[in-house]
């Protein structure tokens, strides 16, 4: 049984389990590092990511997941999940766990009052996906080996860079599960080649 | 491409979930509780306790501190207006706060409607005692629910009946047929179709923080075993002797609120919390909770 962890500090965690669920895999909340070590993959759910970074810090999360990454375990972020796994941030001299060859520039479209939802064309996804952007982060810049996955009005709200997928938007608020099938995907063939 | 939908200000109070959100009168505070890893700031002109110490009308806060919180810190922004005053409401959404609290911390503007919430782009979070209030306000268009709890009195014994009796009733309503529904709405005064959506949804369709009398990181690790979704702390953090220290314990509590020995941990030392109020003591024209309709 393939096992995916969801980063359970802040934030939007039940309904990332439940979309797991939905895909026929275990789902488990992570609250303790060591909860790590149990997981095919990680989902960073949405949330505020200053808050979920003090938590890393206290809790000292930060070698654990960056020794995730290094494993090859895939891993999905949503939204604050994506300004987590970016290796660059617009306005921050440091990154979080810095692991997504992506430059994320946070709030991108402006307050609350400017979030929106519309239906995108996902590359190996969808050609209608309900996207929720709440107060969204944007891809800015992909490195060459990053696959941009979605674009909305020019700017880049979803990638893929090898193990690692990230999006503007938050998928756990709506009942379509396919990018999160596309990520069980993802996890599967990893765990396929490491048993190889 | 479609702003203000109910998936849109419903997900922003999704994404509070599991935090905790402070009441700030300056950008200073509002510092203090970013760093410390509130998911919000609520800027005020004054915290409850200070409100009730003062007496008056109480009223929106000055919109320069609205916008010196706005710019002082990256996480969203909440405001209070009064029950029923649309234009503070409409002021508020102008100026670009996140969220809008329609409090009976201030003064009601209206003492027989609410604000007609649906017409917002701006989401509202509003307080509720029961379902049968819970239901109006989200009837209303509120995306976000609280307990009233007693604001200001750092005494969590109101916030618990609040959170216990919605709770209940949500358990009761989701456990009923569909035909006994109707009933239960007249009995409760809640609009059916609200009902409806929490019978088949099996829980309420929006998120609900607990409010009012949070004052010790227990007090947050408490509400969020009897259910709520995350916590609001009024007068509890910048009436204590190290704001800093506290803020960070309530954001920890409320993470990991069944580690008792966690909490234990971080409530050592923390100086004394704000001074309580017994609820009997107060005159009934003094209680917060009793606004609202």
């Known amino acids: 049984m393939i096992k995916i962890g969801v980063l359970a500090l802040q934030g939007a965690v039940r309904e990332h389990m439940q979309s797991l669920e939905a895909c026929g895999v275990e789902a488990i909340a992570i609250k303790h590092k060591e909860e790590l070590q149990e997981v095919d993959g990680l989902i960073l759910p949405g949330g505020e990511s200053t808050t979920m970074r003090r938590l890393i810090d206290k809790y000292d999360f930060m070698d654990a997941l960056k020794g995730l990454a290094a494993e090859g375990k895939p891993m999905f972020g949503t939204c604050a999940g994506l300004i987590l796994l970016a290796k660059h941030l617009i306005g921050y001299n440091e990154p979080h766990i810095g692991v997504m060859d992506v430059t994320v520039e946070r709030n991108s479209f402006g307050r609350q009052v400017d979030s929106f939802e519309a239906d995108l064309a996902i590359t190996g996804v969808a050609d209608d996906f309900p996207a929720v952007f709440i107060r969204a982060p944007h891809i800015v810049d992909a490195g060459e080996n990053v696959e941009v996955l979605c674009k909305h009005n020019g700017r880049i709200v979803a990638a893929r860079d090898g193990q690692f997928l990230g999006c503007s938007f938050h998928p756990e608020l709506t009942d379509d599960h396919r990018i999160t099938a596309y990520f069980v995907e993802m996890v599967k063939e990893a765990k396929q080649k490491q048993l190889v | 491409m479609k702003t203000g939908t109910d998936r849109v200000k419903r997900g922003m109070a999704e994404m509070q979930k599991g935090g905790v959100i402070m009441d700030v009168v300056n950008a200073e505070q509002a510092k203090i509780a970013e760093e410390a890893g509130a998911v919000a700031v609520m800027a005020l002109e004054r915290v409850p306790s200070d409100i009730r110490a003062a007496g008056g009308v109480a009223r929106m806060a000055d919109p320069r501190i609205v916008e010196e919180v706005m710019n002082a810190v990256s996480i969203p922004v909440m405001a209070k207006a009064r029950i029923g005053h649309i234009v503070e409401a409409r002021v508020l959404e102008a100026l670009g706060a996140d969220y809008i609290d329609e409090s009976e911390v201030l003064t009601p503007a209206d003492e027989e ?181």
């Open chain 2, 113 to 293: 409607f609410h604000l007609n919430k649906k017409e917002f782009t701006v989401p509202f979070v509003c307080g509720c005692r029961d379902l049968g209030e819970a239901a109006r306000r989200i009837g209303e268009g509120a995306s976000m629910l609280r307990t009233k709890g007693e604001p200001g009195t750092g005494n969590i014994v109101e916030a618990v009946r609040h959170m216990r009796k919605v709770n209940a009733q949500v358990r009761k309503v989701v456990s009923m047929n569909e035909d006994e529904l109707m009933t239960e709405a007249k009995l409760l005064g809640a609009p059916y179709e609200v009902l409806l959506e929490i019978k088949r949804n099996g829980g309420l369709p929006v998120v609900n923080f607990a409010a009012g009398g949070v004052a010790t990181p227990a007090d947050a690790a408490l509400m969020m075993q009897l259910g709520a979704d995350g916590v609001f702390v009024g007068s509890g953090i910048f009436k204590s002797e190290n704001p800093a220290k506290f803020a960070r314990a309530i954001v920890e509590a409320t993470t990991h609120f069944q580690d008792y020995s966690l909490i234990a941990e971080l409530s050592k030392g923390l100086g004394t919390p704000m001074k309580g109020i017994e609820i009997s003591s107060l005159a009934p024209e003094a209680r917060m909770q009793d606004r609202g309709w």
